[in-house]
């Protein structure tokens, strides 16, 4: 299975990138922009094919490693 | 007194650090992040650098490496454990310490001398140094410390705050802020004290030829508690 993982920052957390971004994106004309918040796309091939289970062991990996819950959240965004 | 200095792939802070430890009179052994088992030791030190190349996080992979299971276990039952700059954000991975180190607030690498002050001295670290501001090195990316509201009244509940970046006569204001932390926090120590994590390397403060002495401060008295 394959399975994409989207780690943001939470949002009390200050992103400066972000901000960056948004301050150059404005620069550039795109001046109709709220906000930018940077995260992290994941894809994960796994050899467990039960949709469930390997649901189950993403998220102990986001737990685990790919995010720090301190300041982040994770979200599964597909699973094929 | 023994102490040992673990060595990641990217680490580039560990030979500074044996140098520094040696030349207060600690007898100190290099550790392989692959290794299993620590030497018998008085103080372990995770150094500064880029363990892993800062890949993920700072500090995430090398938190989960072999080495730190037993690093995480001697912190537990009471052992000395400093993290400096890196070894601070491996720190905050492994959960000995509460918090995280974002990047810093102007996302610029920092690398200049700053001073702390010291707000704890009922621990190893600090106890009976004369001081209460010292003259330290920083050279980072992301030593921005953050924590949550909650985590932030315990910490300060314990008085787990060890030292707050400054101007040279002691004052904790904004200004003196170099990287957008929290309260101008620049070291924390678990709740028990036994472990440390901060952004300044005392370790390029030895010698008045590099930068400064207070470094050496901070190292003999440190050996001089331990003993």
Redo the contacts between chains.
Sequence with gaps: MKISVVITLKKD??D??GK?IHQTLDGMGFNDVNEVRQGKYFEIDTKEDNPKKAKNKVEEMCKK??A?L??ENYKIVDLK | MKSSVITFPGSNCDRDMDVALKKFGFKNKMVWHDDTELPTSDLIVLPGGFSYGDYLRCGSMASKSKIMKSVINFANSGGMVMGICNGFQILVETGLVPGVLLRNKYLEFICKNIFVKINNKTNNYFNNIKNDVLEFHIAHNEGNYFCTKDQLKEIEDNEQVAINYCDENGKIEEQFNPNGSIKNIAGIFNKEKNVLGMMPHPERMIDNCLSGEDGSIFFNNLINNLK
Excluded: A, T
Aim: hydrophobic residues 70%.
């Design positions: 957390v200050l400066p990138q960056v490693l790919l720090n301190v300041i």
